[in-house]
Antibody
Framework: QVTLRESGPALVKPTQTLTLTCTFS??????????VSWIRQPPGKALEWLAR???????YYSTSLKTRLTISKDTSKNQVVLTMTNMDPVDTATYYC?????????????WGQGTLVTVSS | EIVMTQSPATLSVSPGERATLSCRAS??????LAWYQQKPGQAPRLLIY???TRATGIPARFSGSGSGTEFTLTISSLQSEDFAVYYC??????????FGPGTKVDIK
């Protein structure tokens, strides 16, 4: 059974760096074709794809946010970490990690429950 | 970036009626389009991928159609559990995946 769970701070101050962890089970990120993405959703607004990391450590970022994002993985811990620098109140959102049901597909079958991050001083 | 638009923003439907939701891409995405359902406080749930293939466990009352830039999600007979927000997502422009703004389906 595939599960994903996001964790991280609920509140960060403007200009700080956000670090989020996705802990997953039911699959291994060392398996060929596997990948995990981060997606966010501001309150009452649409979804926005942020970043993806593949089994072979290839990394992809949203064009609009690439200068602020870093994605990494710890295969031994079954974790994917996303850092976002220079946080701003507009970055207030629920952050999800997600993965496709089949290798490297561009849609998302499995989602974590999300973690709400508020940016405020 | 491929911009996705959805219409209408809100659709008021009576239970048992048919609902038709539209999604448009700013350029062709072939059939690389997915639909999701999201209820308050929950993560999105994949309904359709490849524009018309139902995901595992999705009831047959959900159907998708279209290709290129115009897509439709149809719910043939709305059940109480179908009142939610629906998002389309393109995955043709790899890996810059983009989502539409959503259509809220509420009770008439």
């Amino acid at each position: 059974q595939v599960t994903l769970r996001e964790s991280g701070p609920a509140l960060v101050k403007p200009t700080q760096t956000l670090t989020l962890t996705c802990t997953f089970s039911g699959f291994s990120l060392s398996t060929s074709g596997m990948c995990v993405s981060w997606i966010r959703q501001p309150p009452g607004k649409a979804l926005e794809w942020l970043a993806r990391i593949d089994w072979d450590d290839d990394k992809y970022y949203s064009t609009s946010l690439k200068t602020r994002l870093t994605i990494s993985k710890d295969t031994s811990k079954n974790q994917v970490v996303l850092t976002m620098t220079n946080m701003d109140p507009v970055d207030t959102a629920t952050y999800y990690c997600a993965r496709p049901g089949i290798a490297a597909a561009g849609y998302f079958d499995y989602w974590g429950q999300g973690t709400l991050v508020t940016v405020s001083s | 970036e491929i911009v996705m638009t959805q219409s209408p923003a809100t659709l008021s439907v009576s239970p048992g009626e048919r609902a038709t939701l539209s999604c448009r891409a700013s350029q062709s995405v072939s059939s690389n389009l997915a639909w999701y359902q999201q209820k308050p406080g929950q993560a999105p749930r994949l309904l359709i991928y490849g524009a018309s293939t139902r995901a595992t466990g999705i009831p047959a009352r959900f159907s998708g159609s279209g290709s290129g830039t115009e897509f439709t999600l149809t719910i043939s007979s709305l059940q109480s559990e179908d009142f939610a927000v629906y998002y389309c997502q393109q995955y043709n422009n790899w890996p810059q995946f983009t989502f539409g703004p959503g259509t809220k389906v509420d009770i008439k």
